[in-house]
């Protein structure tokens, strides 16, 4: 009976092996024959992984690589590739500096469904962050890491975003109960939506940036980069998420925009309106703003009362004189889009025509 035993345990274990094997075979041949587009500024094809190997040949941002093994070696994934230079160069390169070409055709595909939406925001990376397919903090769904090089910053605009119940970050990016909001909750408090949901945005990147278009970043990395001409006026804890402006603008050589201008911008409160994230409003007040360059100043030509709306922003019409459309609930409960009419008086100045149902703000 011992005999029996032991050689169960053994068997157990060897299969166990084999089963581990397998499935590092598989995960190989599935990468082994694709392409790899390095994404780093550059970076070197080695003679090795080993820490004295020599540099073979130099690649960049953009360069596509074909795949033909891959293994780990002190806890860093390396793959093993042939160039397209006229050596056809083999070597190693960090997996870390490039994106295998399933992963790139995912974030395509994500960039697809978007393509018709104007970018609703602009942002910044704080620091390194991971693209994501997804708005989850799980390691399988990386596409690749932005990192900032230097004093050049990486912007993107945002497209859509997500609120998601709050997660503390830990080892492994794991989540734990956040025992505040809990807290909060057993004495009654009300609660915001920075104590209950983190927040997730959708972004669309320049090929300059990223190879990959598209793609979800962690929102407690990115910096909003709301207009400069107006960020002041953000009041009584309305925060702005989503703008556009209604008149051209004017960039310098280095593209930052020089002369203040019209918006329009969509608000939201920090407080908590619903059940769930799905629930929750993008916005909850409409706001214009009209640039006299006579005055140098901005006035508030429109403020709607409190609304509870979902992007897209969508704008047409030429010059000055426009048209925004937004879904807006109505009383009974159902989205429904409204369009809003921009247009001068017989003054020169800018004026507002809302739907008759959307109410008024003080």
């Given amino acids: 009976m011992k005999k029996f035993v032991i050689l169960t345990v053994f068997l157990m274990q060897t299969s166990c092996v084999w089963v581990s094997d397998a499935l590092k075979d598989f995960y190989r041949s599935a990468i082994v024959g694709e392409k790899a587009t390095v994404i780093v500024s550059r970076a070197y094809i080695r003679s090795s992984y080993a820490v004295v190997a020599a540099d073979l040949l130099e690649v960049r941002r953009g360069d596509i690589l074909d795949i033909l093994d891959e293994v780990t070696h002190e806890k860093v994934k390396w793959y093993r590739v042939r160039a397209y230079d006229d050596d056809a160069t083999e070597g190693w390169i960090e997996a870390q500096n490039v994106i295998v070409g399933s992963l790139l055709e995912k974030s395509i595909k994500l960039a697809e469904e978007d393509k018709e939406i104007e970018a609703q925001a602009q942002g910044q990376l704080r620091a390194a962050a991971k693209?994501?397919?997804?708005?989850?903090?799980?390691?399988?769904?990386?596409?690749?890491?932005?990192?900032?090089?230097?004093?050049?910053?990486?912007?993107?605009?945002?497209?859509?975003?997500?609120?998601?119940?709050?997660?503390?970050?830990?080892?492994?990016?794991?989540?734990?109960?956040?025992?505040?909001?809990?807290?909060?909750?057993?004495?009654?408090?009300?609660?915001?939506?920075?104590?209950?949901?983190?927040?997730?945005?959708?972004?669309r990147l320049n090929r300059s940036v990223s190879p990959a278009p598209a793609g979800w970043i962690f929102g407690r990395q990115v910096d909003l980069l709301i207009p400069q001409d107006i960020m002041y006026y953000q009041y009584q804890g309305k925060r702005f998420v989503a703008w556009r402006r209604i008149d051209s603008s004017e960039t310098s050589d280095s593209g930052r925009t020089i002369r203040p201008g019209s918006w329009i911008v969509l608000s939201r409160s920090n407080t908590v309106k619903a059940e769930s994230a799905e629930q929750e409003p993008d916005f909850d007040q409409i706001l214009v703003f009209y640039y006299d360059k006579y005055s140098g100043t901005h006035a508030t030509v429109y403020r709607s009362g409190e609304v509870w709306g979902k992007l897209p922003l969508t704008m047409g019409g030429q010059g000055l004189n426009k048209t925004f459309t937004v879904r807006i609930r109505n009383n009974n409960g159902e989205l429904e889009e409204k369009t809003f009419v921009i247009f001068k008086n017989v003054r020169g100045h800018l004026q507002v025509t809302p739907p008759s149902d959307v109410p008024k703000g003080r």
Avoid: C, H
């Avoid at 390691?139 to 975003?161: M, P, R, S, Y």
């Fill in 131 to 203: 693209l994501r397919l997804s708005p989850e903090l799980r390691e399988d769904n990386v596409l690749l890491t932005l990192e900032k090089k230097g004093e050049t910053q990486i912007v993107f605009d945002i497209i859509a975003w997500k609120f998601v119940p709050k997660q503390d970050l830990v080892d492994g990016d794991e989540s734990r109960k956040n025992e505040e909001i809990e807290e909060a909750k057993r004495e009654k408090e009300v609660e915001t939506i920075d104590e209950k949901y983190d927040i997730w945005y959708k972004v």
